[in-house]
């Protein structure tokens, strides 16, 4: 049953490559927290066509943005938080999927959730946080790049995750970032560069043994076109 913004039940039954769609008009997120079970595997998009922003260029920008949802069986209670690029600050929803989950950042309990509640953390100017849940909880973060803006769902952290390679395409000569959360501050390579990352890019992040950096690549390191090829030391 998905529940849609009147919170109540809808039993629907789609064959093979059916697509049920569910919308409200209008800026509040009616949708957000809507539970969905099923009985044979499916796939859950969301999106936000027009999400207004203004760049700390000045230039106004209306993006849309859209993630593929995890089902609850790989979401989890720890997250690493690392700030994007968005002015002034970048959001993060973290959602509960049981009654009574309580919601710590960097050590201090900030919310009590129950099933489909959300908690929103602005980041400001800070750079890293460590997040989490005495339960399961989703993480949804949006950040931004001058005027462009996604969302994107975060990996639960501090498990088996990520790897010692990491490839990405350059797709314009604007701004282009890394950002990394390592278990290690031993650095790594770009593109054969050892300076970019090295390890005195990294900082700790709060009340883990991680580390995080956020760096940005140079046109004359990997250019418009290029493929950004990260290595761990």
Known sequence: AAAGADRRGRRLTLQRGQTYFAQ???????LSGS??????PV????????????????AGAADLGAEQLVPIKNIGTDYIIIRGYRNPTDVVYFTAVED???????????????????????????????????KKVTALQLSAVDAEQGISMLPAQLGCNG???VRAIRVNPTAFYIN???PTANG???????TLLAPSAFQPIPGTTWYYARVEVPNTLVAAGDVVDERAE
């Open 24 to 30: 409200t008009i209008g800026i509040q997120p009616s």
């Open 43 to 58: 796939t859950i998009t969301i999106y936000s066509e027009l999400m207004s922003y203004l760049s700390p260029s000045g």
């Open 180 to 182: 990394i959360a390592s």
């Open 163 to 165: 790897s010692n390679i």
């Open 35 to 40: 539970m969905v079970t099923s009985d044979k």
């Open 188 to 194: 790594f390579t770009v593109n054969g560069n050892t």
């Open 100 to 134: 009574g989950t309580q919601i710590t950042v960097n050590g201090t309990p900030v919310a009590t959730l129950n099933a489909t509640e959300t908690y929103t953390l602005y980041t400001q100017s800070t750079d890293a946080f460590y997040v989490q849940g005495s």
